[in-house]
């Protein structure tokens, strides 16, 4: 009689208990991950009473799979749009959250007697929230139209990248067991280089290549390229020294930019979801009671601090970034719980053997118990905003609003920052990408040319493909951003102003002279004075190729093309960071998506008998029907069941108009073939083509004036009958470019 293999039974019975108790979890409503770490504790060792698991080192492997599969679908949720999108209240919220929390993991790390490493990465779990059980807590108690849920999920996205940053440093730093600051800048450079080189690479072939490919390819036929492709970046990753983890997100987020994103990411939520499931179960064995009975001081503590901590540091970063009191704190009570990358940073230290051994069965523990306060410290953070605004100064109160106000004004904004920010960026990713193919060039091609063309012709034939594949990028390097708008206002604005643009594209000039000069005394081993003559002309004839222009031009067009995406997703319509300086209320102002439930009584009315601006002080921005879009639509338009609506206003004007129509908030994502549309404010110049004009004679279908203010005082919706004067600071949704109607 053939016995079953172990692998076979074990994962029965995982699969078994953990079915059973994720069923009862969610009858107590509560997060399914805290049921899977539940049943790996009842398989584990030390729960010796039911079946378990008896070789613990099979299903290691499976979980080191599941950490893959699991980066790799919050990858295919992350996507640079998305990035952008969330703006710099994120960015800054989240650096803060995670600079706070490492160094409030670390002094506690250090003070229970663990080991730097150990504290170090003690520090990196607990500065890491949950998305999941986050965004479960929102839609359980119907946040999700609220104005600070968007940003604190803008956060978490923010949050995962520095994540995947963050296994990297830890690494580095677990390899060399002390703190050497050269190879740990070194790493980061080398990393960085990773990411914008991949990035780009892959954002450039992968949409197109999804593209051709997608009338031969079935759900089955996709889910195998995915998961391959997964697989060959997670092989790159690891060859190039990073982690498997890092691979894996990479991969997701450059399919997340693909026409075949949404998609990809149905057909692999159920292979994620057994292996993450699998992941979470080996969590759960690592738990042993008598650890937790042990170190049952130091949990308490750490629970604390993660409950103050987050809180604190989350409603300062948030404060940081110009956001209201309110949902500063709002935010800051959302984030108070280790999420499951701390899993992910806990089982990276466990491998690699530099961490104490009791330190995961305590943050495990930590997790639990800041899982299950997660949603009660939500609804506490309407008191605690109470109790604040009751007993803050005044003086401060009125600081804190003018600094949001400050933060949130683009009226400013400055030609030289908008035009070195536009130029160091590009710049940057191409002299990265030029960088990283010459050292693949004379690690990988060049050796394998010589050693089967030696002599002159293995160099000839060298030097025309590196030339071929660089001189682009070299051409676009140099006229990058030469010919923008904001260039051409500073070089006609002031005199002055040439001498500091001449200077940029003379550094710009430079650097390509460089990289040639390196290239050609590789190749030909000639002197460096003859080098930097040869580079020089090569750079002259570069400018005015207008081959290279054209092809420079086309490789720049598919890039934007496929970054920008035809098929774009739905957060483009939903940034919730509102651009406005003044009046609170206005301030407030954000976009809510919401689908047309097909009972819905509203179902088939047109939108001027609804009056959603004169009832619900909301504006339509956008109805999503299928694969068309109606981009501010107008009174006659109807609405239609399963019609998808985007409208701006506040939280309680939003969830009025919902609760009117019936309606349910869209959580997935939804296809967006046009521009994206945003909520910015103008300050009307004495040129500007709105001066003495009514609203009533703005015949446009780009923008909706959301409102006015003149002399500090608001009008919001402004009648058809408004005059617009110089100086009035107007308020406008609409899509990008939209401002130029009106300057």
């Known amino acids: 009689m053939s016995e079953l293999a172990p692998l076979i039974s074990d994962l029965g019975t995982i699969l078994i208990v953990a079915g059973c108790v994720t069923i009862l979890f969610k009858w107590l409503k509560q997060p399914v991950i805290l049921g899977y770490i539940v049943a790996g504790f009842i398989t584990g060792p030390s729960v010796s009473f039911l079946p378990n698991v008896t070789d613990t080192a099979n299903i290691k492997i499976w979980a080191d799979i599941g950490v893959i599969f699991l980066l790799f679908a919050m990858g295919l949720e992350f996507s640079f749009r998305k990035l952008l999108n969330v703006g710099l209240s994120a960015v800054i919220a989240t650096l803060t959250i995670v600079a706070g929390m490492m160094f409030l993991g670390y002094t506690a790390g250090n003070a229970m007697g663990f080991t730097h490493i150990t504290s170090l990465f003690l520090g990196g779990m607990l500065s890491m929230s949950s998305t999941a059980i986050v965004f479960k807590a929102f839609n359980d108690m119907n946040l999700l139209q609220q104005k600070f849920t968007g940003i604190v999920l803008g956060i978490l996205v923010v949050e995962d990248l520095v994540g995947v940053v963050m296994l990297v440093v830890l690494s580095t730093l677990a390899a060399s067991q002390h703190f050497e600051g050269t190879a740990l800048l070194g790493s980061l450079f080398k990393l960085i280089g990773f990411l914008i080189f991949w990035s780009a690479l892959g954002i450039y072939l992968l949409p197109t290549f999804m593209k051709k490919i997608r009338q031969y390819i079935s759900d089955e036929i996709l889910l195998i390229v995915s998961l391959g492709l997964c697989l060959l970046m997670v092989r790159i990753a690891v060859g190039a020294g990073f982690s498997s983890a890092l691979g894996a997100f990479v991969m997701g987020s450059l399919l997340a930019e693909t026409i075949e994103s949404e998609k990809i990411s149905r057909v692999v939520q159920p292979v994620k979801d057994l292996f993450a499931a699998i992941f979470f179960v080996s969590v759960g064995m690592m738990i042993d009671p008598h650890v937790i009975a042990e170190y049952i001081i130091p949990i308490i503590i750490l629970t604390l601090l993660v409950l103050a901590g987050q809180t604190f540091f989350g409603t300062i970063g948030i404060l940081l970034s110009g956001q209201s009191l309110k949902v500063a704190v709002q935010s800051g009570f959302s984030l108070t719980q280790v999420g499951e990358f701390s899993f992910i940073i806990a089982s990276l230290g466990v491998?690699?053997?530099?961490?104490?051994?009791?330190?995961?069965?305590?943050?495990?523990?930590?997790?639990?118990?800041?899982?299950?306060?997660?949603?009660?410290?939500?609804?506490?953070?309407?008191?605690?905003?109470?109790?604040?605004?009751?007993?803050?100064?005044?003086?401060?109160?009125?600081?804190?609003?003018?600094?949001?106000?400050?933060?949130?004004?683009?009226?400013?904004?400055?030609?030289?920052?908008k035009l070195l920010k536009s130029m160091f960026i590009g710049v940057t990713v191409y002299l990265t990408i030029c960088i990283v193919f010459i050292?693949?060039?004379?690690?990988?091609?060049?050796?394998?040319?010589?050693?089967?063309?030696?002599?002159?012709?293995?160099?000839?034939?060298g030097t025309a493909i590196i030339f071929s594949v660089v001189s682009p990028l070299l051409w676009a390097?140099?006229?990058?951003?030469?010919?923008?708008?904001?260039?051409?206002?500073l070089w006609n604005d002031n005199r002055f102003n040439r001498g500091a643009l001449v200077s940029l594209i003379l550094v710009k000039v430079l650097f390509c002279i460089a990289i040639l000069m390196s290239l050609v005394v590789r190749l030909f081993n000639v002197a460096s004075g003859a080098a930097l003559i040869v580079a020089a002309a090569i750079v002259i004839s570069f400018y005015f190729s207008k081959r290279l222009r054209k092809q420079s031009l086309m490789i720049e067009e598919r890039f934007n093309q496929n970054f920008m995406g035809q098929e774009d997703t739905q957060e483009k319509m939903n940034q919730t960071k509102s651009l406005f300086d003044g009046a609170d209320q206005l301030a407030n102002l954000h976009t809510a998506d919401f689908t047309v439930s097909p009972d819905s009584c509203s179902a088939g009315s047109m939108l001027k008998k609804i009056a959603p601006r004169t009832r619900f002080r909301i504006n339509i921005i956008s109805i999503t029907r299928g694969e068309n879009q109606i981009d501010l639509p107008e009174g006659n338009?109807?609405?239609?069941?399963?019609?998808?609506?985007?409208?701006?206003?506040?939280?309680?004007?939003?969830?009025?108009?919902?609760?009117?129509?019936?309606?349910?908030?869209?959580?997935?994502?939804?296809?967006?073939?046009?521009?994206?549309?945003?909520?910015?404010?103008?300050?009307?110049?004495?040129?500007?083509?709105?001066?003495?004009?009514?609203?009533?004679?703005?015949k446009t279908k780009a923008f909706i004036v959301l409102g006015l203010e003149r002399d500090k005082q608001i009008t919001m919706n402004p009648g058809p009958d408004t005059l617009f004067q110089a100086g009035d600071i107007i308020w406008i949704v609409g899509k990008k470019g939209a401002e130029q109607e009106i300057i």
């Open 351 to 417: 491998s690699l053997k530099v961490t104490d051994s009791n330190l995961y069965p305590i943050i495990v523990a930590v997790s639990v118990i800041t899982t299950f306060f997660t949603p009660y410290m939500i609804r506490l953070s309407g008191p605690a905003y109470n109790l604040l605004e009751k007993h803050i100064p005044q003086g401060l109160d009125q600081l804190l609003a003018k600094y949001a106000a400050g933060t949130m004004s683009d009226r400013h904004q400055n030609d030289w920052n």
């Open 439 to 461: 050292a693949l060039f004379f690690s990988q091609i060049y050796p394998f040319i010589q050693e089967r063309l030696p002599g002159i012709y293995g160099t000839a034939l």
């Open 477 to 489: 390097i140099i006229t990058k951003k030469n010919h923008s708008p904001e260039f051409q206002k």
């Open 637 to 698: 338009e109807s609405i239609y069941p399963y019609d998808k609506i985007t409208a701006v206003g506040t939280d309680e004007d939003l969830k009025r108009f919902g609760q009117e129509l019936d309606t349910r908030r869209e959580t997935g994502k939804n296809p967006d073939k046009r521009l994206p549309m945003g909520i910015r404010n103008i300050c009307l110049e004495t040129t500007s083509k709105l001066n003495n004009k009514r609203l009533s004679d703005i």
